[in-house]
């Protein structure tokens, strides 16, 4: 009797196994959804290129673009170079 005692406490090969195994299943399972979260639009993926005031240039995404304030529009020639720092 003591001997089928001791083989039910201990942890055999033929038990660890089906563990080992489901452990391995779970990550196909998922823990949540991010349908919402990894679906974007292709417009939040496009870049804009946009001059800077000392005249290099930078990629700016259009979504960012799109929340942005216009402080003026229609600019004429001579006031983006006075902006640019250029003497005409």
Request: charged share 30%; glycine share 8%.
């Amino acid at each position: 009797m003591n001997n089928k005692s001791e083989k039910k406490s201990q942890l055999s090969r033929r038990g660890f196994l089906p563990i080992l195994g489901g452990s391995l299943l779970l990550p196909f399972f998922g823990m949540g959804s991010s349908k919402d979260a990894s679906i974007k639009t292709p417009e939040e993926d496009s870049y804009q290129t946009l001059l800077k005031p000392d005249g290099t240039t930078v990629k700016v995404k259009v979504s960012t673009l799109k929340k942005s304030k216009i402080i003026k529009k229609d600019v004429s020639n001579t006031s983006l170079l006075k902006w640019l720092g250029k003497k005409l």
